[in-house]
């Protein structure tokens, strides 16, 4: 999955999230279907870029409400 608005770093998503930013989680391709709710995996940047963290999030109704790790 990943952050909406493409956060080039995990601390640039901790900080938007601290700052009240609602920022949703998507799945691209629609392969599997998107988590809207409990602990979920994001990645960033998105492709085609290569991929340099990785983030344990917590969802609620598909928006990022807290970064775990």
């Given at each position: 999955?990943?952050?909406?608005?493409?956060?080039?770093t995990?601390?640039?998503?901790k900080e938007?999230?601290?700052?009240?930013?609602?920022?949703g989680?998507?799945?691209?391709?629609?392969?599997?279907?998107?988590?809207?709710?409990?602990?979920?995996?994001?990645?960033?940047?998105?492709?085609?870029?290569?991929?340099?963290?990785?983030?344990?999030?917590?969802?609620?109704?598909?928006?990022?409400?807290?970064?775990?790790?």
């Open positions: 999955m990943y952050a909406e608005g493409n956060p080039k995990k601390k640039a998503l938007a999230i601290a700052a009240g930013k609602e920022i989680a998507f799945q691209p391709g629609g392969i599997w279907p998107a988590k809207t709710d409990g602990k979920a995996t994001i990645e960033g940047p998105h492709y085609p870029k290569p991929h340099r963290w990785y983030a344990s999030v917590l969802l609620k109704d598909g928006i990022i409400v807290k970064v775990l790790s």
